[in-house]
């Protein structure tokens, strides 16, 4: 490493040459001594930016050699003999531009690494946050359309249920019209006991696994009732109601009469959930013994106290009818049909009609009541969903604000190392230039000189 002229080796000449050769030194002294003016840290910089670049310095981590040849010039040993064939200094010391540009790309192409795998992290996390909240929110989507299924089911119960009201309504008209001189008994009787049968009918209307208004248990007339999830893997009940009116009766000697209230028919069985059974006609045959509930029934005796009840069923219209002894189950709103009020006879059937009208009238408020509080639950249970779904949403959002951030953090923190590896660089050529200024004269003005130094950089 070149530190001063006498341990450069310069041999000893004759007189003349020796004064050109003390001429050329003084020359590259004062060139030295003006550089060194110029700026005075020029010399200890030069050297320590030769001698002593730290093992962990800034490009420490590219694979770049940092000697002071790879950091002057090229690979091997340059010799002055080298140089004194080139045009100018650089041949020993190369271009010190060219060195930074490949030392600048080495470091670009080693910050972007390294940010990329910053970046990769980054993208990873946020992925495998979003894959957890999008499981929770298919969760919960799923829990939502369960509670929605429910409030439709809801609300189609209420709907039904006004319309019972409605109904309810227009029977006392035909129940007052019935007694009204002049008006035709058999019309208003059918036309009310069309309208107990559209009650039952819209109490049906609904599909078994969402209605709320019938679909009653046949044995022991329990209401139906629906299952949904309010919350991931927690299910809850809806328990339904009934806007319609059912009836049997159990016979004394156990067979059950049965009535179908959407088609008007009551067919007897062996039992509760029993065989159907049959009857022989006078003249032999087999039919099933059954009946209208329009024009095959009427009404003996009933003791609202006790339930006993005494009907004559007429299954064939040639037959005596078959009268039957036992006990009314009811369960519904609690009207009947006109059979049940002696086809509106007297003033005292119509009075019962209405009556039991009344009494359905208030049997409904009770089961609008208990929709009410469906619709409560459900209208919460969606609430509870819609308030999961939003903070899920919410997740989503701070999981995407957070990796932008991170990566507007990394971008910026590379660029900073970047930039600062640039000056580094920047502040390394300034260095060599200043070398290259204070002994580029020397070596390229003296031929003796340049023969007989042999530099290993």
Same mark, same amino acid.
């Given at each position: 490493?070149?530190?001063?002229? !006498? ?7 004759? !007189? ?5 050769? =003390? ?44 000697s002071a040849g790879?950091?002057l010039g090229g690979?091997?040993?340059? *010799? ?10 650089? *041949? ?15 470091? =670009? ?33 799923n829990v939502k ?14 709907? *039904? ?168 189950? =009811? ?127």
């Amino acid at each position: 490493m070149v530190s001063s002229i !006498s341990s450069l080796g310069v041999p000893t000449f004759p !007189s003349a040459t020796q004064t050109n050769t =003390q001429t050329n030194l003084q020359a590259n002294s004062q060139t030295s001594s003006q550089n060194s003016q110029s700026n005075p840290n020029q010399s200890s910089v030069a050297t320590q930016a030769l001698t002593s670049v730290p093992a962990g310095g800034i490009l420490s981590t590219l694979p770049v050699q940092t000697s002071a040849g790879a950091l002057l010039g090229g690979g091997a040993a340059t *010799s002055v003999l080298g140089a004194s064939e080139g045009d100018d200094a650089t *041949s020993l010391f190369g271009t010190v531009a060219s060195q930074q540009s490949t030392l600048l790309l080495q470091v =670009q192409a080693n910050a972007n690494a390294q940010l990329q795998q910053v970046l990769d992290a980054i993208n990873s996390e946020a992925a495998s946050e979003n894959a957890g909240i999008n499981t929770q929110n298919d969760v919960w989507i799923n829990v939502k359309s369960q509670i929605n299924n429910a409030e439709i089911a809801v609300q189609n119960g209420q709907e *039904s249920a006004t319309k019972v009201a409605d109904t309810l309504l227009d029977m006392r008209t035909s129940v007052a019209n019935a007694g009204q001189k002049g008006e035709d008994l058999s019309y208003w009787k059918d036309q009310y006991d069309s309208q107990v049968t559209s009650i039952n009918n819209e109490a049906e209307s609904a599909d078994p696994a969402t209605n709320l208004v019938g679909n009653l248990n046949p044995i022991d007339f329990s209401p139906n009732t629906i299952e949904y999830d309010n919350k991931p893997s927690s299910a809850t009940t809806l328990t339904g109601t009934y806007i319609g009116n059912t009836w049997r009766i159990k016979a004394d000697d156990g067979t059950y009469w049965v009535p179908d209230v959407t088609t008007d028919t009551l067919q007897a069985y062996k039992g509760l959930q029993g065989d159907a059974e049959n009857y022989t006609t006078g003249d032999g045959q087999s039919v099933p013994k059954a009946t209208s509930t329009r024009n095959g029934l009427s009404l003996v005796s009933y003791d609202p106290s006790t339930n006993k009840i005494t009907v004559n069923v007429s299954v064939v219209p040639t037959d005596p009818p078959i009268t039957v002894t036992g006990t009314l189950e =009811q369960n519904g709103i609690g009207v009947m049909q006109s059979w049940f009020y002696n086809n509106f006879a007297t003033q005292a059937d119509r009075d019962r009609a209405f009556a039991d009208i009344t009494k359905s009238e208030v049997n409904l408020t009770s089961a609008q009541a208990t929709l009410q509080n469906g619709a409560t639950q459900t209208t919460q249970g969606e609430n509870h969903a819609n308030a999961a779904l939003d903070a899920l949403t919410q997740q989503t959002v701070a999981v995407q604000t957070k990796q932008q951030s991170d990566t507007q953090a990394a971008q910026a923190k590379a660029a900073q190392q970047f930039l600062a590896m640039q000056a580094s660089l920047q502040n390394l050529q300034a260095v060599q230039s200043n070398y290259l200024q204070a002994f580029a004269g020397f070596v390229s003005d003296d031929p003796f000189a340049a023969t007989a130094l042999n530099i290993t950089a």
